[in-house]
């Protein structure tokens, strides 16, 4: 019988969209829109597909490494 090996793999997952925001300055947009991801993403049980009106695209890349048990 063969043993069966563990491995950790970790999903790096990258969402790319476009938002539109109205602020006095770039920069002050994009602290906006940092202080609003950030706030919704420290919930556990949240849904980020619920933030964009189009499905954003999704980038990831699997990394797979032995785990020595």
Not at 33 to 49: F, S, W
Request: no cysteine; charged share 35%.
């Amino acid at each position: 019988m063969k043993k069966r090996k563990v491995y950790k793999v970790n999903v790096k997952l990258i969402f790319e969209t476009t938002m539109d925001h109205s602020q006095t300055s770039m920069q002050k947009a994009q602290e906006d829109v940092d202080r609003v991801l950030t706030n919704y993403l420290k919930g556990k049980k949240l849904n980020i597909l619920n933030l964009f009106e189009e499905p954003p695209r999704i980038i990831y890349k699997v990394e797979i490494k032995k785990n020595d048990r």
